[in-house]
């Protein structure tokens, strides 16, 4: 049997009781490693004074974790710098925000060859290799320097950008080129999947098949692959024992008014600020009504010591200080602004007591929360999902509120539409939400990608030079 080797910048073991800033795609590969099994490669998140390329092994929750600690220039350059500075702002569109520093170049080569170096002696001849986002784009050149030939896929969990704005990153082809040396390079959508063509046709006078583009002298195999959450665990984890609990411990404090939850890393291109403002306008138009509402925004920080985030974190906290000192009265807080991560069922539970899902990034490769917040609905009331139409998300779930989420007046009517949607047509919209995200789940999104890798093999003809 073919064994299956991810690899991904940070590994994040698999627990059910997980909390914190996790991640999307920790949660993802999580869930589909626990079934199968497989080996889960990465960084270790420790900083050590110097490299040493040890391989730290271990076995948890029926994954084989392998991992290593950087050093922190490693961190510097490659993580905070090349990955969170560069490429996390250009790829969301924020080129207000995109760093270019030529150490970032060094580091981010640096760091894949290392993972290069270590992974080697772990992969054995039928294993396919599984590549995880912007972080480990030339990890598949470094392997096949390194003579290996196993199938190798990359699935991108972020947009691809404008070809425009990608055309603004010093040295862009020589970066996007890697991607020819993998056998499969996979998309949240059609979206990203077109803007990837587009750069290529453009920029290296692509040619773009059935499924397959070929440049450079090589053809790689391409597509989408929507990911999904473990519908089946998460709505069971709305129900259990830990989550109800929860709900329980918020019912005293609600007093019967309406919930609003957001749910996000602290980042900003998940439009907390756009959010808290669009919220503000919406008390601002009903003050009639604003007592029986409250707004939970959980954000727990992530890559804190890089600027725009440092930035980010403050402009929050001033605004949610400000919007409560403006319409807070004694027995009622609008807004609770809380940084810190819960378990998996806490969140769920939550979840299913809010009456309305707020979740309106400005850009966002698909987005998690959306669709867990709909599998932790109760069927036979079920709260609504306002979702940005700038998620990947908002390609599956049209039956949410879609708003364009850099418009104050858009987040608010959704609100107020949400907050006073009669029942029949929350479980009309919630059924068809659902079977989407029960149909495109975690195990589909893993099947479709490792089947449409293992065939990914060209015919020989087609293969690129040895
Ligand atoms: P991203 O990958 O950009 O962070 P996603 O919405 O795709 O965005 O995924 C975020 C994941 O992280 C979700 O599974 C969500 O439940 C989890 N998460 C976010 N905030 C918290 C938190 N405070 N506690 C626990 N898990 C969280
Ligand atoms: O899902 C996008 C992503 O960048 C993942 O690659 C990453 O695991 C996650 O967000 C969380 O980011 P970080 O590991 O930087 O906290």
């Given at each position: 049997?073919?064994?299956?080797?991810v690899?991904?910048?940070?590994?994040?073991?698999?627990?059910?009781?997980?909390?914190?800033?996790?991640?999307?795609?920790?949660?993802?590969?999580?869930?589909?490693?626990r079934?199968?099994g497989?080996?889960?490669?990465?960084?270790?998140?420790?900083?050590?004074?110097?490299?040493?390329?040890?391989?730290?092994?271990q076995?948890?929750?029926?994954?084989?974790?392998?991992t290593?600690?950087?050093e922190?220039?490693?961190v510097?350059?490659y993580?905070?710098g090349?990955?969170?500075?560069?490429?996390?702002?250009?790829?969301h569109?924020?080129i207000?925000?995109?760093e270019?520093?030529?150490?970032?170049d060094?580091?981010?080569?640096?760091?894949?060859?290392?993972f290069?170096?270590?992974?080697?002696?772990?992969?054995q001849?039928?294993?396919?290799?599984?590549?995880?986002?912007y972080?480990?784009?030339?990890?598949?050149?470094?392997?096949?320097?390194?003579?290996?030939?196993?199938?190798?896929g990359?699935?991108?969990?972020?947009?691809?950008?404008?070809?425009?704005?990608?055309?603004?990153?010093?040295?862009?082809?020589e970066?996007?080129?890697g991607?020819?040396?993998?056998?499969?390079?996979?998309?949240?959508?059609?979206?990203?999947?077109?803007?990837?063509?587009?750069?290529f046709?453009r920029?290296?006078?692509?040619?773009?098949?059935?499924g397959?583009?070929?440049?450079?002298?090589?053809?790689?195999?391409?597509?989408?692959?929507?990911?999904?959450?473990?519908?089946?665990?998460?709505?069971?984890a709305?129900?259990?024992?830990?989550?109800?609990?929860?709900?329980?411990?918020?019912?005293?404090?609600?007093?019967?008014?309406q919930?609003?939850?957001?749910?996000?890393?602290?980042?900003?291109?998940?439009?907390?600020?756009?959010?808290f403002?669009?919220?503000?306008r919406?008390l601002?138009?009903?003050?009639?009504?604003?007592?029986e509402?409250?707004?939970?925004?959980?954000?727990?920080?992530?890559?804190?010591?890089?600027?725009?985030?440092?930035e980010?974190?403050n402009?929050?906290d001033?605004?949610?200080?400000?919007i409560?000192g403006?319409?807070?009265?004694?027995?009622?807080?609008?807004?609770?602004?809380?940084?810190r991560?819960?378990?998996r069922?806490?969140?769920?539970?939550?979840?299913?007591?809010?009456?309305?899902?707020?979740?309106t990034?400005?850009?966002?490769?698909?987005?998690?929360?959306a669709?867990?917040?709909?599998?932790?609905?109760?069927?036979?009331?079920?709260?609504v999902?306002?979702?940005?139409?700038?998620?990947?998300?908002?390609?599956?779930?049209?039956e949410?509120?879609?708003?364009?989420?850099?418009?104050?007046?858009?987040?608010a009517?959704?609100?107020?539409?949400?907050l006073?949607?009669?029942?029949?047509?929350r479980?009309?919209?919630?059924?068809?939400?659902?079977h989407?995200?029960?149909?495109?789940?975690v195990?589909?999104?893993?099947?479709?990608?490792?089947?449409?890798?293992e065939?990914?093999?060209?015919?020989?003809?087609m293969?690129?030079?040895?």
């Amino acid at each position: 049997m073919t064994r299956l080797i991810v690899v991904s910048n940070r590994v994040t073991p698999p627990t059910a009781d997980a909390t914190g800033s996790q991640g999307g795609l920790a949660v993802a590969i999580g869930e589909a490693l626990r079934e199968n099994g497989g080996v889960w490669f990465g960084w270790s998140g420790q900083r050590v004074p110097e490299f040493t390329g040890q391989v730290n092994l271990q076995r948890a929750g029926g994954v084989t974790t392998a991992t290593v600690d950087l050093e922190e220039q490693d961190v510097d350059e490659y993580y905070n710098g090349y990955a969170n500075k560069t490429l996390w702002p250009l790829f969301h569109y924020r080129i207000d925000l995109t760093e270019y520093d030529r150490s970032f170049d060094a580091g981010y080569a640096r760091v894949n060859q290392r993972f290069a170096d270590t992974l080697l002696p772990i992969i054995q001849p039928d294993d396919i290799i599984w590549v995880h986002d912007y972080h480990l784009i030339p990890l598949a050149r470094e392997l096949r320097a390194r003579g290996v030939t196993n199938r190798i896929g990359f699935f991108l969990h972020i947009p691809w950008p404008p070809m425009r704005l990608l055309a603004t990153l010093p040295r862009h082809k020589e970066l996007v080129s890697g991607l020819f040396d993998y056998d499969l390079v996979g998309f949240q959508t059609h979206e990203w999947l077109e803007a990837f063509c587009d750069y290529f046709q453009r920029e290296a006078d692509a040619e773009v098949g059935d499924g397959v583009m070929s440049a450079f002298g090589r053809t790689v195999r391409i597509g989408a692959f929507p990911i999904g959450i473990d519908a089946g665990a998460f709505k069971e984890a709305a129900k259990s024992a830990e989550a109800l609990a929860a709900r329980e411990r918020m019912r005293e404090s609600i007093a019967g008014r309406q919930m609003i939850v957001g749910v996000d890393r602290l980042d900003y291109s998940k439009g907390l600020e756009e959010r808290f403002l669009g919220y503000e306008r919406f008390l601002a138009d009903n003050p009639e009504r604003c007592q029986e509402v409250f707004l939970l925004q959980i954000a727990p920080p992530t890559r804190s010591e890089i600027g725009s985030y440092q930035e980010i974190r403050n402009k929050l906290d001033a605004l949610s200080g400000r919007i409560n000192g403006a319409y807070a009265e004694v027995d009622w807080v609008p807004l609770r602004y809380v940084n810190r991560g819960y378990p998996r069922a806490v969140l769920a539970g939550i979840y299913r007591t809010a009456r309305l899902g707020l979740v309106t990034p400005l850009r966002d490769g698909m987005n998690l929360v959306a669709k867990e917040y709909v599998a932790a609905q109760d069927p036979a009331d079920p709260g609504v999902l306002v979702l940005s139409q700038f998620a990947g998300a908002a390609l599956q779930m049209p039956e949410a509120l879609l708003v364009n989420p850099f418009s104050q007046e858009e987040i608010a009517e959704a609100i107020a539409e949400g907050l006073g949607m009669r029942k029949a047509e929350r479980i009309r919209r919630w059924e068809a939400l659902m079977h989407n995200v029960e149909s495109c789940d975690v195990r589909r999104w893993r099947d479709d990608f490792v089947a449409a890798l293992e065939a990914a093999r060209l015919p020989v003809a087609m293969r690129p030079p040895a």
